[in-house]
């Protein structure tokens, strides 16, 4: 692998710690602030656990209370993605289909996360993105990762394998298309077996 085939703008840099203060947790809330905090504690028989702190869902730039060129050629290079910057003007459809999609599988699991990235917007439970989501002018491309078509039950026999998907991602990829709001529970129903697998 070499420094080019890695998208650097989704880089974070994590700090973990026994605990946080405030104004440590504060920094978080900023939108375009590419930093997690995750607390760690170690308990008797070599047991540790990670809980990773969640922001608030703030829109506050850190260019608003900071002045420093650090900041700025930081917030330049390394961009934090919402969803909101995966559609286009005049993507009302996409849109509709995504809004629908996205509440009926945040309710399988409160454990559910959004996680927009460059190119998709992943739905991750625990640390595992399970199905990831990317927009088109009039549909929805899913995939779902760590299956192939025959590990499922797919009796419309919409989903088809990312052949190389081993070979580029490490894990087996298939993928299907939402074109109408119809569709949504025929996605769920194959969602939804992906889901058990977690």
């Not at 440590?24 to 760690?40: C, G, R, S």
């Not at 900041?71 to 390394?78: G, W």
């Not at 999609?101 to 996360?113: A, F």
């Not at 088109?136 to 026999?157: A, F, G, H």
């Amino acid at each position: 692998m070499k420094r080019g085939d890695v998208d650097w703008s989704q880089s974070r840099v994590l700090f973990l710690a026994n605990s946080f203060n405030s104004y440590q947790q504060n920094a978080i809330n900023f939108k375009d602030l590419p930093i997690e905090l995750w607390e760690v504690r170690q308990y008797e028989g070599d047991l540790i656990s990670f809980n990773q702190l969640k922001p608030l869902d703030s829109k506050e730039s850190i260019k608003t209370i900071s002045k420093s060129e650090t900041v700025n050629k930081v917030s330049r290079e390394v961009k934090k993605y919402t969803i909101e910057d995966h559609f286009k003007e005049g993507w009302e459809k996409s849109r509709e289909l995504f809004e629908e999609l996205k509440g009926r599988v945040l309710e399988l699991d409160e454990r559910i996360n959004i996680i927009p990235t460059r190119h998709y917007i992943g739905f991750k439970i625990d640390n595992n993105v399970f199905i990831a989501v990317t927009i088109r002018k009039q549909k929805l491309r899913v995939e779902l990762y760590r299956i192939q078509p025959n590990d499922i039950k797919d009796s419309n026999k919409i989903l088809t394998y990312q052949k190389n998907s081993m070979k580029y991602y490490h894990k087996h990829i298939s993928e299907f298309f939402i074109e109408d709001i119809d569709e949504i529970d025929y996605a769920m129903y194959l969602i939804k077996q992906v889901y058990k697998k977690y």
